[in-house]
């Protein structure tokens, strides 16, 4: 995107606490402002950052703060580029991320690319593809209480550690099962690698639209994990006389669940757009981000 004056504005996002994006940051910076693009950073973070005077500051509470910015490069690790998210949905600017904590499977590049990060960025060689999100609902009484959404998964868990939550698990509109547990994790594909693996769900390509149910230590025979339509409608309803649980939306937001709420999700009417520099394969990325062990792979037979 390119405003009225014809300049390209690149919106630059970096956790400060680290000093890898502080660096990482300072590269990148300089590298746009030398081939002619403007850097628009957040003037809280601008204090922990050595940056050049032209840096436009913004205000996060100012509306519209990636207004006329094309991308959003975002340096840090899965929770900075969850932040980022929240940006890149409320605006619809694509988010490039460059990883620099553990896994970091929504980033694009490593820190050892951010000479081709900038590069990509400057050229404008990068595509920009659509991921899934989820809208959800919580409702009391059957009055809607809170609104929310989330990239990679809306988790009902339990507060109080000697007791679990009881659930009755529901899917357009039927009633799937109940039981105790510790939680459950309703991902989209993308949050598939999330949360929603670590609770034992399986993984699921980034092109496939599906909405995921995966229980958290469930007591019952019948917990596994469900994948459904993706206009489907799910649903967790919290037991009456239960112990109240809390629902986490991509472990960012948090909003507290008395007994007999219910929790609804959906796919998500507004996507989070990210900026992809390569043609890799969603399977090589999985081997990388998870050193797979493939030694021995011989291919098919030619």
């Given amino acids: 995107m390119t405003d009225s004056t014809g300049e390209r504005t690149v919106f630059l996002l970096a956790h400060t606490g680290r000093p890898a ?10 590298g746009l402002l030398r081939c002619g693009l403007g850097v628009r950073v957040f003037a809280h973070e601008a204090v922990d950052l050595p940056l050049p005077p032209e840096v436009e500051l913004v205000t996060e509470s100012t509306p519209g703060v990636l207004d006329a910015c094309e991308l959003l490069v975002v340096l840090g690790g899965d929770g900075t580029l969850l932040r980022g998210a929240e940006l890149a949905r409320a605006s619809g600017v694509p988010m490039l991320g460059v990883n620099l904590g553990r896994v970091g499977f929504l980033a694009e590049a490593e820190r ?40 990679n998964e809306a ?24 039981f105790g547990c510790d939680g459950i994790v309703c991902a989209t594909p993308t949050g ?25 230590s469930a007591h019952a025979l019948f917990a596994k994990p469900l994948v459904t339509s993706p206009t489907s409608v799910l649903a967790v309803e919290v037991q009456a006389g239960t112990p109240h649980g809390v629902l986490w939306c991509d472990g960012r937001r948090m909003l507290e669940l008395p007994s007999g709420a219910r929790v609804e999700v959906r796919r998500g009417a507004v996507p989070v757009r990210l900026a992809r520099l390569h043609h890799a394969s969603f399977t090589d990325r999985l081997v990388a981000k998870f050193a797979l062990p493939v ?7 030619h």
Wanted: no cysteine; net charge negative; charged share 25%.
């Fill in 295 to 301: 030694s021995g792979w011989r291919g098919a037979p």
């Fill in 112 to 151: 050892d690319d951010l000479d081709k990060v900038v590069d990509r960025v400057v050229s404008r060689s990068y595509e920009v593809e659509e991921r899934m999100t989820l809208d959800v609902v919580v409702r009391t009484n059957g009055d809607v209480v809170h609104r929310d959404w989330a990239l």
């Fill in 192 to 216: 598939s690698t999330a949360y929603a693996f670590s609770a034992g769900g399986p993984v699921v390509w980034p092109e496939v639209e599906a909405l995921l149910m995966v229980p958290i």
């Fill in 155 to 178: 988790a009902v868990q339990k507060v109080s550690p000697e007791r679990m939550l009881e659930v009755v698990l529901e899917i357009d509109g039927r009633p799937v099962t109940g």
């Fill in 21 to 30: 994006a502080i660096r990482s940051a300072e590269l990148v910076v300089k």
